[in-house]
């Protein structure tokens, strides 16, 4: 049986000293999101013939119905061009539409939904739901709840650097 190695983060001090690029919450995170699009979500939007960035977008659209463009960019927490990529697909594939914000805003568009779109995403999520709850169904519901506790705390002291 293989031993658990030592938590590198236990007895962290503020200045970090002895942490290996290996265990930055950075590397970390970044490899578990990486594995959770490959082993989560790409299996459930390929059943779909979406790509993982197409149903980011569709599923916020989903819950939101319309979004401005700059919006929709801020919460897909992706880039410009790339959101824009996707929604130029995803009209192609009437999954959604594609208009100015309003009648005097040139360049502003808003994103919305379509009725084909919607559909789609109502039968991906009930595949999406149940894959994100069987994962999260590994840890015990005490440790989901300071997991999800966590999580919160970081994005407010992210969001709280200059």
Not at 34 to 42: N, V, Y
Not at 49 to 64: C, I, N, Q, T, Y
Not at 118 to 141: G, K, V, Y
Request: proline residues 6%.
């Amino acid at each position: 049986m293989t031993e658990t190695p030592p938590n590198p983060w236990r007895d962290l001090t503020p200045d970090g000293e002895g942490l290996i690029v290996h265990d930055f919450i950075t590397t970390r995170l970044s490899t578990l999101v990486g594995l959770l699009k490959r082993k989560l979500t790409l299996p459930y939007a390929t059943q779909f013939g979406l790509s993982v960035s197409e149903w980011r977008v569709l599923s916020l659209l989903e819950h939101a119905g319309t979004l401005p463009f700059g919006e929709l960019v801020e919460q897909s927490t992706s880039d410009k061009s790339l959101v824009s990529r996707t929604i130029r697909l995803l009209e192609e594939k009437g999954l959604v539409t594609i208009s100015p914000e309003s009648e005097h805003a040139k360049k502003k568009i808003a994103c919305a939904i379509t009725s084909k779109g919607q559909e789609l995403c109502e039968e991906a999520l009930h595949i999406a739901r149940r894959r994100q709850a069987e994962i999260l169904c590994t840890l015990p519901s005490d440790e989901r709840a300071v997991l999800y506790d966590a999580i919160q705390k970081l994005q407010k002291a992210i969001m709280a650097v200059p």
